[in-house]
C-alpha cells in the first residue's frame, strides 16, 4: 500500500487526472490473511489515495480491496474511485469470481474467500463515463457491451491476471473488449508476487480501434496515455456495432 500511495502521488504530481491502480491492492498472499486484511471503504486502505485525490485534485481509481463484508470469511473484492474532493465517488464489488484449476497452471477459489457482487456501476469522470470491473471479469464479454450500451466510454479493468494465463489471454481480451465495444480500455495490472503465483503484468491502455498505445515493461512502472472521448464517438460512428445488434432475432429450431 505505502508503494502504491507513493507511485499514486508521483503521477499526481505529473499531472494526471485519472490514476489507477491494480486489483488486490492491500495484499496478496494465503487466503487467511487476505480475509484478515478487510477493512470498511472508506477506511484506513482508502484515507492515503483520498489524501492524494484531494491535494492534486485529481480521481484515483483503487484498483481493488477487501472489504468487509456480512461473512467476515468472504469480504468483497471492492473497486473505488475517488474523486477531486477526495470523497467515495463510486464503489464495485466484483462479480464474477476467479474458480478455476488450469492444467500446468493456477488453480484458484475465489468464491471461497470473496464475496462477489451483484451491481453494475458506470461513474461519471470528468464528464466521461467510466465502466467498473476487475480482472476475471474480463472473461464475460456481456458484461462489457452492457456497460457500453449503458453509455460507458470507458472500461476499467484492474487486475492481478496470473502469469500462465496472461501470457495468451490478456492482450487478446483486453483488445477484444475495446473493439467490440468501440471503448477505451485501462488495465491496471498487478507484476510479480508471491512464490508459486506471479502476476503477468503488463498493464495497457487501448483505444476504441483496439490499438494499445499505451503498455508496461516487464517492471514496475507509471503508464501514460491520453484519453480523448472524441475517439469513441468517432470508431463507434464508423463501425456501428451497438446500434446495428440484432439480439433475439435468430433462434435455434
Given at each position: 500500500?505505502?508503494?502504491?500511495?507513493?507511485?499514486?502521488?508521483?503521477?499526481?504530481?505529473?499531472?494526471?487526472?485519472?490514476?489507477?491502480?491494480?486489483?488486490?491492492?492491500?495484499?496478496?498472499?494465503?487466503?487467511?490473511?487476505?480475509?484478515?486484511?478487510?477493512?470498511?471503504?472508506?477506511?484506513?486502505?482508502?484515507?492515503?489515495?483520498?489524501?492524494?485525490?484531494?491535494?492534486?485534485?485529481?480521481?484515483?481509481?483503487?484498483?481493488?480491496?477487501?472489504?468487509?463484508?456480512?461473512?467476515?470469511?468472504?469480504?468483497?473484492?471492492?473497486?473505488?474511485?475517488?474523486?477531486?474532493?477526495?470523497?467515495?465517488a463510486a464503489r464495485y464489488r466484483k462479480i464474477h469470481l476467479f474458480d478455476v484449476d488450469v492444467d500446468d497452471g493456477p488453480k484458484d477459489l475465489e468464491s471461497a474467500r470473496v464475496t462477489g457482487g451483484e451491481t453494475l456501476v458506470i461513474a461519471n469522470v470528468d464528464g466521461a463515463p467510466l465502466g467498473m470491473t476487475v480482472c476475471y471479469d474480463l472473461r464475460f464479454p456481456e458484461l462489457y457491451r452492457t456497460l457500453a450500451l449503458e453509455g460507458a466510454e470507458i472500461l476499467a479493468v484492474p487486475s492481478n491476471f496470473t502469469e500462465r494465463t496472461g501470457r495468451d489471454h490478456w492482450e487478446v481480451l483486453l483488445r477484444a473488449r475495446a473493439i467490440e465495444n468501440g471503448a477505451w480500455v485501462i488495465a491496471p495490472a498487478q507484476i510479480g508476487g508471491p512464490p508459486g503465483r506471479p502476476a503477468y503484468g503488463h498493464s495497457m491502455v487501448i483505444d476504441p480501434w483496439g490499438i494499445v498505445v499505451a503498455q508496461a515493461p516487464d517492471r514496475e512502472v507509471i503508464v501514460h496515455a491520453v484519453i480523448d472521448t472524441d475517439r469513441v464517438a468517432a470508431v463507434r460512428r464508423q463501425i456501428p456495432a451497438l446500434a446495428n445488434r440484432r439480439l433475439g432475432t435468430n433462434r435455434l429450431g
Open positions: 500500500m505505502t508503494r502504491a500511495a507513493e507511485l499514486t502521488e508521483s503521477a499526481a504530481r505529473g499531472g494526471a487526472r485519472l490514476i489507477a491502480l491494480p486489483e488486490y491492492l492491500q495484499y496478496r498472499g494465503p487466503d487467511d490473511g487476505f480475509r484478515a486484511s478487510a477493512r470498511p471503504i472508506p477506511g484506513p486502505f482508502t484515507a492515503p489515495f483520498a489524501d492524494i485525490a484531494r491535494a492534486h485534485a485529481c480521481w484515483v481509481l483503487v484498483g481493488s480491496l477487501a472489504e468487509t463484508a456480512p461473512d467476515p470469511g468472504r469480504p468483497y473484492n471492492t473497486s473505488t474511485l475517488i474523486g477531486p474532493d477526495g470523497e467515495i
